[in-house]
């Protein structure tokens, strides 16, 4: 089953480390990255805001643990967002194209 997989980052060299790596390795078909991204959330009991950047990953199901620990590898947060939603419908081609990028 294809997924999406939002990961955010500090920084937008980190964004394109952590892409590059995905892709490079098999664990991602194509990753996007959005960048800058302002980001407000509750850290250590406190309200905070920063810029980030955001990554768009699309896998596999099968390989997302192995992504999700490369990530955690190559990340620099205490706690990174990494998120997989599942993918209901889309261009059968282009489903298929990502089935087949990732091992």
């Known amino acids: 089953m294809s997924i999406v997989s939002l990961i955010t980052v500090g920084d937008r060299k980190e964004a394109e480390e952590i892409a590059r790596r995905l892709v490079e390795e098999k664990l991602a078909a194509c990753v996007n990255i959005i960048s800058p991204v302002r980001s407000i959330y509750r850290w250590k009991d ?32 205490e706690v990174p967002e990494i998120i997989a939603l599942e993918i209901s419908g889309g261009l059968k081609s282009y489903l298929d194209w990502v089935s087949s990028s990732v091992e």
């Open 46 to 77: 406190r309200v905070e805001e920063s810029g980030e950047s955001m990554l768009i990953a699309k896998t596999e199901q099968r390989v997302f643990e192995r992504m999700k620990r490369r990530v955690l590898e190559l990340h620099s947060y």
